[in-house]
């Protein structure tokens, strides 16, 4: 008789509390969308920050696709798969960065010199600055 009674009871309570989490998403949702229209171009994250997304994330399942504004479905799925095949894709720009110095003569020949990127790379291998 008495789980006749507590059934709508808890039923009622576990409603609540989801609506109440309903409204706490919705305006975390919306303050989000606030704080990146403040914010201009991409957002760079780094690996740990990606490991705690995921984590957070898989628990959500499909449910992330509704919630994720940091970067596209798509691109969370990517890490998940990177993190369970413990694999990561090569950097597509390739190689290292030029050291300083020389990034900084380059610039100052091409300042000295009015010469562009095509006059000077003949003489130095291309600059990822």
């Not at 596209?72 to 050291?99: D, I, L, M, V």
Request: glycine share 6%; proline share 8%.
């Amino acid at each position: 008789m008495t789980a006749k009674i507590f059934h709508p009871l808890l039923s009622m309570i576990a409603s609540a509390s989801d609506s109440e989490l309903a409204r706490s998403v919705e305006f975390l949702k919306e303050e989000n969308k606030i704080l990146r229209s403040r914010i201009p171009g991409q957002i760079h994250t780094k690996p740990d920050e990606r490991s705690r997304l995921v984590k957070l994330g898989k628990a959500l399942g499909q449910g992330i696709e509704e919630l994720i504004t940091l970067v596209a479905p798509s691109t969370f799925y990517r890490w998940c798969h990177e993190e369970k095949s413990g694999k990561k894709k090569p950097n597509p720009k390739g190689g290292q960065r030029k050291p300083r110095e020389l990034r900084e003569l380059v610039i100052e020949i091409a300042k000295t010199t009015g010469f562009g990127y095509t006059k000077l790379y003949p003489y130095c291998p291309p600059l990822r600055l």
